[in-house]
């Protein structure tokens, strides 16, 4: 297949929230002798694994070392999955390594991530870099990206927190337990700020499998310098990230703390450091165009977040919000956080099989408006109140597809 074809073929076997086993990638995985070849960094956790990989990524590019990227999801094109240096995976090189196995993602019924995850792996093993750093799609005892005899130089869960429920566990120590299935026998593991029962099954597996165990430590000092953050780490001041998010500070410090761990194997200094967290951010993490802020806050933990950051940037304006979500997400939590803060919620819609109408807000119809085309919301408020905030939330799907809206349309 070309890769227009190939784009196709993930599109139709996208199996998102509708299967979570892996009983037929294990087999793939056995008959085909899927591996990964290179050293890398595990990531999972409720929020920040894909910024705490960012900033990884960022340090160890500063530092000189040859870096490769697989995160989910992608804002435009599966390609942004699958990067190394600063390049995404070329669309001839995604196609011609998805064309490998060709014959065998149908025979496996093979998910779109599985295939993905497969990709990046494949393209990893053929350009060799220093370090990895490898996202985990969704908990991670049945994640894809969990080759069961691959050994991470280091495994990093960011956070613990109720959400998909349905498939991680009901709880926080069951979702905790999933998670840690990352955590492999005598390689070190690194938590971020989990409460104290998290930590305990966490710590506990990592003893069981002989995993020395570190949590990252507390940082001081925040204020925003400029729509920057500036904080104190460890042996380092006056530190600096591109960003006024302050939910990116923990992210920021896990970063810090993973390259203390590995220092013997991937040596660092300070100014790598403070190169890489000042690098830019990543897209729809508290982005500002304008009077809009963008962000993908997708459950009840990243929503406060994010609505501490927003209130500290807000500058005691009145804050507008368009808001849209998938069906699976706790939105009875996450409305009434946001709606505590801002003077009004417009609830819409976006294009997406997952995405909730107009049916699935009945039980808020009488809190907050519903309009079925988020570029109206959007532009009635940026006309209406060009003094105000705009927040644009609910998912991080829908952030990206707005976020594409502001910039080519609106031009902020």
């Known amino acids: 297949m070309n890769y227009e074809e190939t784009i196709k073929y993930l599109q139709s076997c996208d199996m998102t929230m509708s299967r979570y086993e892996r009983n037929n990638w294990d087999l793939f995985v056995r008959k085909m002798g899927v591996m990964i070849e290179v050293p890398f960094i595990h990531i999972t956790g409720s929020n920040g694994k894909g910024s705490t990989a960012n900033y990884l990524v960022e340090i160890y590019k500063a530092a000189g070392y040859k870096v490769a990227l697989f995160s989910k999801p992608f804002l435009v094109k599966p390609n942004e ?11 001839e090189d995604f196609a011609r390594i998805f064309s490998y196995k060709e014959k065998e993602y149908e025979k496996f019924n093979l998910s779109s991530f599985e295939i993905e995850t497969y990709i990046a792996f494949e393209y990893f093993n053929e350009q060799k870099p220093d370090i990895a750093i490898i996202e985990c799609g969704m908990g991670g005892e049945t994640d894809c990206t ?4 691959a050994k991470p130089v280091l495994s990093i869960i960011t956070t613990v927190s109720l959400e998909h429920t349905a498939f991680l566990g009901r709880t926080t120590s069951e979702i905790a337990r999933s998670k840690s299935a990352i955590i492999k026998d005598k390689r070190p593991v690194l938590v971020g700020a989990v409460d104290e029962q998290v930590e305990q099954v966490i710590k506990d597996i990592a003893v069981r499998k002989e995993a020395p165990f570190k949590k990252v430590d507390a940082y001081h000092h925040p204020f925003i310098i400029r729509d920057k953050l500036q904080f104190d780490y460890s042996d380092y001041s006056k530190l600096i990230i591109n960003t006024p ?5 923990k992210n920021a410090c896990l970063a810090i703390e993973a390259t203390k761990i590995l220092n013997d194997q991937l040596p660092v200094n300070e100014s790598h450091i403070r190169l890489g967290l000042e690098a830019k951010p990543l897209p729809c993490r508290l982005e500002r165009h304008g009077n809009i802020i963008i962000d993908g806050a997708h459950n009840p933990e990243a929503v406060d977040l994010m609505m501490q950051s927003v209130s500290m940037v807000s500058e005691s304006k009145p804050i507008h919000v368009v808001f ?6 706790n ?8 709606g ?18 107009e049916m699935d807000y009945f039980l808020y119809a009488a809190d907050y408006s519903y309009n079925e ?25 829908f952030a990206s597809v707005a976020r594409t809206f502001v910039i080519k349309e609106l031009g902020l």
Do not use: C, W
């Not at 240096?85 to 669309?91: Q, T």
């Not at 849209?324 to 997400?329: G, L, T």
């Not at 505590?340 to 997952?354: E, H, P």
């Not at 988020?374 to 991080?396: M, R, Y």
């Open 245 to 249: 998010a302050i939910y990116q500070i």
């Open 340 to 357: 505590k803060d801002v003077a009004d919620i417009v609830l819409t819609t976006f294009d997406s099989k997952r995405a909730r109408d």
């Open 146 to 149: 969990n080759l069961y005899d």
């Open 373 to 397: 085309n988020f570029k109206e919301a959007i532009k009635e408020l940026v006309e209406n109140h060009p003094n105000d905030l705009i927040l644009i939330t609910g998912s991080l799907a």
């Open 331 to 338: 939105i009875a939590v996450e409305l009434p956080r946001i």
């Open 324 to 329: 849209a979500s998938y069906r699976d997400k």
């Open 81 to 91: 999955m699958i990067r190394v240096g600063d390049e995404d995976i070329s669309d």
